[in-house]
């Protein structure tokens, strides 16, 4: 099996999420993963998986990427999602290190409608 690229690594980590399939998404994360939102300063790795993982099914359907590009090192995934009916978009600034996700750091976006 070929390295993924930081760009397919972030992918296949979202997809993980979205499927909910925790082993996978364990595989990719760097073991001093961190994780920054508005809501959430600095979550490591298990804090993570125990809080934010599980929550995939607060969406109406899985989020669709807009664009998922890597930049400077980092790969930004600008993605929108459906809340009640709403359509929301947001951006993550993902660091891949040595094929595993290091760092996600969140921005959150408005309603689209």
């Known amino acids: 099996m070929s390295e993924l690229s930081s760009v397919e690594t972030v992918d296949a ?5 979205r499927e909910q399939n925790r082993e996978r998404a364990e595989s990719l994360m760097a073991d001093d993963f961190v994780f920054t939102s508005p809501q959430d300063d600095h979550l490591d790795k ?6 934010c ?5 607060h969406f109406d359907q899985p989020a669709r990427t807009l664009q998922l590009v890597e930049a400077d090192g980092v790969v930004l995934h600008r993605y929108e999602y ?3 009916g709403r359509r929301w978009r947001n951006t993550e600034a993902t660091t891949v290190r ?16």
């Open 46 to 51: 298990a804090a993570w998986l125990e809080r």
């Open 82 to 84: 459906l809340v009640n």
């Open 98 to 113: 040595d094929g595993r996700v290091r760092e996600v750091e969140v921005y959150f976006g408005g309603a689209v409608d």
């Open 53 to 57: 993982f599980p929550t995939a099914g």
């Open 13 to 17: 980590f979202m997809r993980a999420f």
